[in-house]
C-alpha cells in the first residue's frame, strides 16, 4: 500500500488550500485515514481523522473550525480542506492509513502506512 500526498504549498494568512492523498490499492472504504503535521523543530502532531467506513472525522483542537476532512471512495483519495490558514500552520503535511476499526487515531504509531509529505508554508 502506498499512500501519496500533495496540494502543498506558499500561500499568505487567511488563504485556504486542499491537500489530498491517494491511496494505491486495496479497497479506500476499510481504512481509517489520519492527517498528521510536523513544523520545523517541532514533533509531528495529529491534525484530523475520518474512520473508515462511516466516515466520522475528529479534529486536533488546532485544527476544527477550519480544517474539514472528507474522503472520495471512487477516486482512493482523502482530502483536507484548510481554511483561514495561519504561520502555525506551516508544517510539512503527512496522510496515513490504518486498517484497524478500534484504535488511538491521534497517535501516529497506530496508522500503519504513511505517505511523503507535502510542505505548506504559511507567510505573515
Known amino acids: 500500500v502506498q499512500l501519496q500526498a500533495y496540494g502543498g504549498g506558499l500561500v499568505q494568512a487567511g488563504d485556504y488550500l486542499r491537500l489530498s492523498c491517494t491511496l494505491s490499492e486495496g479497497t479506500f472504504s476499510m481504512y481509517a485515514m489520519g492527517w498528521f503535521r510536523q513544523a520545523p523543530g517541532k514533533e509531528r502532531e495529529f491534525v484530523a481523522h475520518?474512520?473508515?467506513?462511516?466516515?466520522?472525522?475528529d479534529y486536533a483542537d488546532s485544527a476544527k473550525g477550519r480544517f474539514t476532512i472528507s474522503r472520495d471512495s471512487a477516486k482512493n483519495t482523502v482530502y483536507l480542506q484548510m481554511n483561514s490558514l495561519k504561520p502555525e500552520d506551516t508544517a510539512v503535511y503527512c496522510c496515513a492509513a490504518e486498517p484497524s476499526t478500534n484504535f488511538d487515531y491521534r497517535k501516529q504509531s497506530q496508522y500503519r502506512y504513511w505517505g511523503l509529505g507535502t510542505l505548506v508554508t504559511v507567510s505573515s
Open positions: 475520518i474512520r473508515r467506513m462511516v466516515g466520522t472525522t
